[in-house]
């Protein structure tokens, strides 16, 4: 049995809970997990507010998922975030009107986090901007970390700190070895000789490295034994799209 995961029957994944990454984006069917309070009033008259005609042609550019892009059934207030950020109206937006459209009054996405959630949401046709499809199953896995986040913020703080950490990735399947745990989580010390505690973008980070690369082992370990043999192109290939995010 290995390490990095709890016992689990053949018929489940590594995770079975855990919110899944896109091999590419093809599970939309739970259109819509609200990860945060949609924006209040005073939000939405500071972003950009779309003429009444901007949903009827929404999107009819040239290489566009177009407004028809958002899986049946998506709640209409996804579609006004993803609406209001998306300036041109391209039917794409880029990391900056992501991390507008992720971001609220009291949650605000760090852009290494952004950056993160956009290489492992890809959109095969421009890998540098998302389309409705991608944007729908980011929110909804967001809302499933969401759910997680506050689920294990025993004392709700809004932080999660170490131990809560462990206990959260332990929830979902993972168990983390302690050493692995304090690298992980020595990113986020800033110096003061505070306890680090992680917010909710940073949880999210946290969550999808270890759910990523666990995942792109077991791809390796066919035998689920905890060992697995690369070359190095195959490491540096598994490693570095966690790594190219970081400022």
């Known amino acids: 049995m290995s390490s990095y995961t709890r016992p689990y029957s053949s018929q489940q994944s590594y995770t079975p809970s855990a919110p899944s990454l896109p091999e590419y984006v093809n599970q939309q069917d739970h259109a819509y997990n609200s990860f945060s309070h949609p ?59 992501l991390q507008q459209a992720l971001s609220s009054g009291y949650q605000r996405f760090n852009i290494r986090t952004i950056r993160l959630l956009m290489s492992l949401f890809k959109n095969p046709h421009d890998p540098l901007r998302i389309g409705p499809k991608e944007f729908v199953a980011l929110w909804s896995c967001l809302g ?18 170490l131990f809560e950490l462990r206990d959260a990735l332990y929830g979902i399947g993972y168990a983390i070895p302690p050493s692995v745990l304090k690298v992980l989580i020595s990113k986020y010390d800033d110096g003061s000789g505070r306890k680090i505690e992680l917010n909710f973008d940073s ?15 077991k791809q390796k370990d066919s035998r689920y034994s905890g060992t697995a043999t690369f070359n ?7 490693v570095i799209p966690f790594l190219v995010s970081y400022d």
């Open 203 to 217: 949880f999210v980070e946290c969550g999808m490295i270890i759910k990523g690369l666990t995942e792109k082992f």
């Open 144 to 161: 499933q970390w969401r759910t997680i986040f506050e689920r294990y913020d025993k004392d709700r703080s809004g932080k999660i700190d």
């Open 232 to 238: 190095y192109d195959e490491f540096m290939c598994m």
């Open 39 to 97: 924006p209040d009033d005073n939000m939405r008259r500071q972003q950009h507010q779309p003429p009444p005609a901007y949903a009827a042609g929404y999107g009819q550019g040239e290489h566009s998922h177009g407004y028809s892009g958002f899986p049946p059934g998506t709640h209409p207030d996804v579609i006004r975030s993803f609406q209001m950020v998306d300036r041109d109206r391209s039917g794409y937006i880029d990391e900056n009107e």
